[in-house]
């Protein structure tokens, strides 16, 4: 079936530091989607990328579209310890499933 | 606006017994569904997805089902609970129609089956 490779599973970083993680496939995703979880919670949304190619931010959040179709990732500038969680990418498949990666954890060291 | 609800938020429920969670979605209309599992500290396992009334796509093989007896209500089942049926279960929506859209989730119920 379908899957998406996220990396790293998790980061460890300075608050202030910036933040890289990706997703990569070997399908074709129509939207990827990058999500945010707290403990206890409901992922919650970040960024929705509907185009290949295309690149948005929100915030100190950034996030792209690869031109494949096939990858994404995002970028969190200037981490604060708020930032603290995990973060999911995900994709609609043409039958309408959405698949999740398996999150990247991001600690911030004090 | 819409608005997603899942109860309950948490369950401990003995080994052999049913289970029924209920997820119902407001200000939409023919929303795709679905359903997700979560073991500690893993990834969102896909369970089932609903892109219309009674419509039931089953992603994993297991001893839950899935039903959608309303538009805006999905239900997960089992007759007989296993310990690994343990985790944190997610309900989820997008627009239907085949629109590719971002998904919004509840809150979550926690399943503890001892």
């Known amino acids: 079936g379908q899957q998406l490779n996220q990396s790293p599973q998790s980061m460890f970083i300075q608050e202030g530091e910036d933040v890289s993680m990706n997703c990569t496939s070997s399908s074709i995703f129509n939207t990827w989607l990058w999500y945010k979880q707290d403990p206890g919670e409901g992922p919650v949304l970040l960024i929705a990328l509907y185009k290949a190619g295309e690149l948005t931010s929100n915030g100190r959040l950034t996030a792209q579209f690869g031109i494949t179709r096939k990858d994404s990732f995002l970028n969190i500038s200037a981490s604060i310890p708020s930032d603290v969680g995990i973060y999911f990418c995900a994709g609609n498949t043409k039958d309408d499933k959405i698949i999740f990666g398996k999150g990247t954890r991001l600690h911030i060291l004090p | 606006s819409q608005t997603i609800h899942q109860w309950p938020a948490t369950l401990v429920q003995p080994v052999g017994s049913p289970l029924s969670l209920e997820c119902t979605v407001e200000g939409t209309s023919n929303p795709n569904l679905y359903w997700y599992r979560q073991a500690a500290g893993r990834g969102l396992q896909l369970l089932f997805y609903?892109?219309?009334?009674?419509?039931i796509s089953s992603e994993v093989p297991q001893n839950l089902s899935a039903s959608r007896p309303q538009d805006r209500q999905f239900i997960l089942s089992s007759k007989k609970l296993l310990l690994s049926d343990s985790g944190f279960y997610l309900c989820?929506?997008?627009?239907?129609?085949?629109?590719?859209?971002?998904?919004?989730f509840g809150q979550g119920t926690r399943l503890t089956v001892v």
């Open positions: 989820a929506w997008n627009r239907g129609a085949g629109m590719n859209t971002e998904a919004f």
């Open positions: 609903s892109v219309g009334i009674g419509q």
